[in-house]
């Protein structure tokens, strides 16, 4: 299976925790911290957590910080 293999949920593309891990560059506990907080959408269907794609680049853009100029 591919390193980044995109599921589909409906129309959503989901990801799992090891993929959105080596995409957001954080540990699996960090990742479980996200959730805890609410700072990051997940999908639970009989313990299986999944993230839409979306919500990931979502996260990603609203916590983009733009070059600051001198």
Same mark, same amino acid.
């Given at each position: ?34 959730? +805890? ?19 990931? +680049?979502?996260?990603?853009?609203? +916590? ?7």
């Amino acid at each position: 299976m591919p390193k980044h293999t995109v599921r589909s949920l409906g129309e959503k593309s989901t990801l799992r925790d090891e993929e959105v891990c080596e995409r957001l560059f954080v540990s699996p506990r960090t990742l479980q911290d996200y959730r +805890n907080k609410g700072i990051i959408p997940y999908i639970q269907i009989a313990g299986k957590i999944l993230y839409r794609h979306s919500d990931i +680049n979502l996260l990603l853009q609203e +916590n983009y910080v733009r070059q600051r100029t001198l």
